[in-house]
Nanobody, 115 residues
Framework: QVQLVESGGGLVQAGGSLRLSCAASGSMFSINVMGWYRQAPGKQRELVAT???????NYADSVKGRFTISRDNAKNTGYLQMNSLKPEDTAVYYC?????????WGQGTQVTVSS
């Protein structure tokens, strides 16, 4: 089983940057895929980015070129570097991990981008 704890959210002006962290309990070497999703008020949860155990990444078109996903297995931590933030990036961001075909979620961290 895996427990995920996000941190790093907050309030930032448009054009600014934030880095989200996702601390995983247990060894990350067993985690097949880590990812970030987000959910804005009144909208469905949507994929932001994923990274496999081999380092392959995938991004939503809306964040390509602005966000970077990474993972540090030695620190049991995943990251989402968010640059050039826009007001439409405002949402609760959730870390997720897939371990042996089971998906786990963190509690979420709020990101608010002011115009």
């Amino acid at each position: 089983q895996v427990q995920l704890v996000e941190s790093g959210g907050g309030l930032v002006q448009a054009g600014g940057s934030l880095r989200l962290s996702c601390a995983a309990s247990g060894s990350m070497f067993s985690i097949n895929v880590m990812g970030w999703y987000r959910q804005a008020p009144g909208k469905q949860r949507e994929l932001v980015a994923t990274i496999t155990s081999g380092g392959s990444t995938n991004y939503a078109d809306s964040v390509k070129g602005r966000f970077t996903i990474s993972r540090d297995n030695a620190k049991n931590t995943g990251y989402l570097q968010m640059n050039s933030l826009k007001p439409e990036d405002t949402a609760v961001y959730y870390c997720t991990a897939v371990l042996f075909a089971t998906r786990y979620w963190g509690q979420g961290t709020q990101v608010t981008v002011s115009s």
